[in-house]
């Protein structure tokens, strides 16, 4: 009989299987972690037959959930606080797991299921390492996107001379390029519900994404900028920046809901965290850039433009008018515990972050200049026909076009203009339907609807 290995993270849902050797099967949990998490020869299993190929990349997600990482990638102790269950039960590291039977097809194997258990883990992510793990392990990949940005620029010979880095002239146009790509990709919420269905995006995952034609929000299309320059050794540091947030950040009060996880009556506060931004030193210049699109304006300031823009007696805002509300947005300056703890939350503690991008942070599932399409959920008619009637007033206010459907579907006049000016992210929002309603019941309950709303951003 085969002996599988099943390791699921609670929060994320990430999960890996591989075969075991029969000899490890009665081995102790701390034992079997070792040797098949931590130091998992993963080209070895899958020469074998013995783990799939997405399974290893999902392995290989639950080693930085499981492990603190040094600054040369490579994985050290557990972080402090985590704990593993089977079933209800928690199991210690000198336990031997108890097998159950499943099956896997028609054939019955005994499986040991290790559920991973984060919720006393603290934010103790080395960021260095973690960037480097990440990166290590698509290496050819990424290398190939920043020389495919460049080449689109520049000729074969000033790519490579740019690549050199040796002039602040060539860090500032390789900076600009990666940007402006990054830029251009799609603000979307759409990949959240299709594919690899991850609720929130490392910088890796969104740079990959971006690469296969999708995108990201703003601190997904940051992160993904950033591992890229962290790579380079380009320094940097996020900025945080939201709607009418001209006071100085209120630093203690975000680590306090970072802390407990207390979001009630803290709208005034959770504005300074509502958009990020990087801020980049290359020989001594200020570089502020916002690549996140959705009709936040392309960012490249630099000298006094930069400063003018942080500084924080006096802040010039940005203009920002993502949908149908004109905001000014402000940036500051701050401690980087906060946004780096706020990044590794959304990625691996807040539950339901997929659903919040869409819904409570008013994002819907894609903007882009000439469009905002969103989703609503509903019961019955009655609740359909309320929300439809909000969206028609808040449009008419705004004296856009608005159309809202009642099933999930793009078979109207904006839906099909949609069609033709975004056949790609057309067909990945109309893929979306299932597994957005089912992440919509898992929280909401059984018995919704779903249906598209397009709002036409240019008459």
Known sequence: ??????????????????????????????????????????????????????????????????????????????????????????????AIPSPIPAFVGDTEVSLLDIQIDRINVGYDRNWVGFHKRRWDRNEKKYSEFICETLTAQYSKDAASEILRLQTSESKLKLLRALSERIWRSDFENYSRFIGDKLQYMTGDETLTNIMNG???????????????????????????????????VPEDKLREMLATFDFRFARRYMRYWQHVALLYIIEGQEVLVDVTNGNIPFLFLTGEDAKRVLN???????????????????????????????????????????????????????????????????????????????????????????????????????????QRRWPAAAKKIIDAEEHLLKRYEECHGSGHKAGLVLIKLES
């Open 214 to 248: 999708g995108g990201g929000i703003c601190s997904e299309k940051i992160q993904a900028l950033k591992l890229v320059t962290d790579h380079l050794g380009i320094e940097c540091q996020y900025v945080l920046a939201g709607a009418d947030a001209f006071e100085a």
């Open 312 to 418: 924080e007696e006096e802040p010039s805002p940005v203009s920002v008018k993502m949908s149908l509300v004109e905001e000014e947005f402000y940036y500051h300056r701050v401690a980087q515990d906060i946004p780096e703890n706020l990044y590794f939350a959304m990625e691996g503690w807040i539950e339901d972050v997929d659903l919040v991008q869409v819904f409570d942070n008013e994002l819907g599932l894609y903007i882009s200049s000439d469009f905002f399409v969103t989703t609503v959920v509903y019961r019955n008619i009655a609740a359909f026909q309320k929300l439809k009637e909000q969206y028609l007033q808040a449009c008419e206010k705004a004296a856009v076009e608005c159309e809202v459907n009642g099933d999930w579907s793009m078979d109207t006049p904006a839906g099909l203009e949609f």
């Open 1 to 94: 009989m085969n002996h599988i290995l099943q390791m699921a993270d609670l929060v994320t849902g990430k999960k890996t299987a591989l075969r075991l050797d029969l000899s490890d099967a009665s081995s102790t949990l701390a034992d079997i972690l070792d040797t098949y998490l931590k130091h998992c020869d993963v080209k070895s299993l899958l020469e074998e037959g013995r783990i799939t190929e997405s399974y290893t990349h999902s392995l290989q997600d639950l080693q930085d959930l499981v492990y603190v990482s040094a600054d040369d990638g490579k994985l050290h102790g557990m972080f402090n606080g985590i704990a593993f269950r089977q079933g209800d039960s928690i199991i210690e590291l000198d």
